[in-house]
């Protein structure tokens, strides 16, 4: 037998079912750029991610509640399409006691006193709300994870406004807006 070529380059083995033989070297040039772009597209993953943009619900955030805001006042909701055609028209009770949620931070209970179209089915939700400031969060089945629905909005003295969309672990794309107001207080 002969002498075994010697190679000076890095090389990938190539694996047969019952031997290995070496394959042609990789040539460093390629090598090197195959890293250096590799890099690239780490850092313009990393750049591209993330943002100086400040959230509407971030800057709801650092607002003071409304003092329209209180529990277990009667609230009225409705909530648009794209279109603007009424989807779901509902009256709630924001409730003070805790919520089951999949979510983190302190969710309260929604009592839904009437609504149309009813919500019906096995995957019917229950409600719970997150109010942080002058941000509103609804999530129509918060107790289900991965397949919320949320309406997330500011209250101002007049109400409250904002838009609604599906949650999942995918995102979800808005859907419409929704508004409310108290209809008695307590």
Same mark, same amino acid.
């Given at each position: 037998m002969g002498k075994a070529k010697k190679y000076n380059k890095p090389f990938k083995f190539v =694996?047969? $079912?019952? =031997?290995?033989r070496q394959a042609a070297p990789l040539n460093l040039d390629v090598m090197c750029y195959m890293? &250096? *772009?590799?890099?690239?597209?780490?850092?313009?993953l990393f750049i591209g991610c993330s943002s100086n943009k400040t959230y509407p619900y971030e800057?709801?955030?650092s607002l003071k509640t409304p003092e329209i805001f209180s529990t277990n006042a009667l609230w009225s909701f409705v909530i648009l399409g794209k279109d603007g055609d009424i989807r779901q028209r509902f009256s709630l009770k924001f409730a003070d006691s805790s919520a089951e949620t999949c979510s983190s931070g302190e969710w309260? =209970?929604?009592?839904? @006193? &009437?609504?149309?179209? @009813? =919500?019906h089915g096995s995957f019917e939700g229950k409600p719970a709300y997150y109010l942080n400031?002058? $941000? *509103?969060?609804?999530d129509l089945s918060a107790n289900l994870c991965d397949a919320g629905?949320?309406?997330?909005?500011q209250i101002k003295e007049?109400? @409250?406004?904002g838009e609604h969309y599906p949650v999942s672990m995918f995102g979800g794309e808005v859907q419409g807006k929704f508004y409310g107001v108290p209809v008695e207080g307590t």
């Open positions: =694996r047969f $079912a019952h =031997r290995t890293k &250096s *772009l590799l890099f690239s597209i780490i850092a313009l800057e709801w955030a309260k =209970r929604i009592d839904i @006193v &009437s609504e149309f179209p @009813v =919500r400031g002058a $941000a *509103l969060i609804i629905y949320e309406l997330k909005g007049s109400g @409250v406004s």
